[in-house]
């Protein structure tokens, strides 16, 4: 019997990517969007995916349309990697979208179908354990609740629930972007040179793990943030000040 797994994301490069890609490994997806229109339609051909509309936005809208869903057919699988587009100052809308909907619509899965394991993939990004210059305050402390909230979904206070957390890095190639990277293609370059693994992490690398993670990993994977970003996180910040600084001016 197929999988069943639902993607949040919407237009997300990697959202898409990883849809896409389970949908070749032969499982049902659902590719949820606040507005599945226009280039996300175009983004899947002969209805590989079946599309729907919740805005995690709106807690109790959400809820509603989860309920449906989750009433209609066993779930296996849900993958949160949905980014808020609003105002990132919005503190409240923010941590609406990315942890307390989310985690209510875990929770009302697990209420549902609490006789079978459930996998559960939540994105977060460097900014839930360091500080990011360019982001601001809300920004940290939502991904750092996420990262919170993937720990406690994988301490089994929930029946069968297994939760792991990815986390993409600051530099992930987008096709869409192409041609912002070829007209500026001397900071690509420099920035390449400076991560250990030489390029930008690619959707479609994610997508793989992805796969892995909802399809082929064991349970016993359970409760890690899995980094992909080509090894930066493993540097020191004096390593890549250093890549700033001549030679002759070191003391």
Known sequence: MKMNVVVFGGHSPIAVA???KLAASKVNVTHVSRNPQGYLRDSF??????????????VISAKKIWAKLVVSKKIDGVIFAQRFRGDLKNFHNMLTCDVITPFELVKDLCLIQNDT????LLFT???????????????????AAILSMMKYLASGVMINVTANAVCPGSYVFKERARDFYEKN???????????????????????TLVEFLMIKAPNSINGQEIVVDGGLLTLDQSYLLDKFIPQDNKS
């Open 18 to 20: 990883i849809s896409k």
């Open 125 to 143: 990004s460097p900014a839930s354990s360091k500080t990011i210059g360019s982001q601001d305050f809300p920004y940290h402390v939502t991904k």
């Open 117 to 120: 394991n459930k996998k559960i």
């Open 185 to 207: 293609n001397q900071y690509f370059t420099e920035i390449q040179s400076h991560i250990p693994s030489h390029q930008f992490t690619q959707v479609e690398e994610i997508a």
């Open 45 to 58: 051909s002969n209805n590989e995916v079946h599309l729907i509309s919740i805005n995690l936005e709106d």
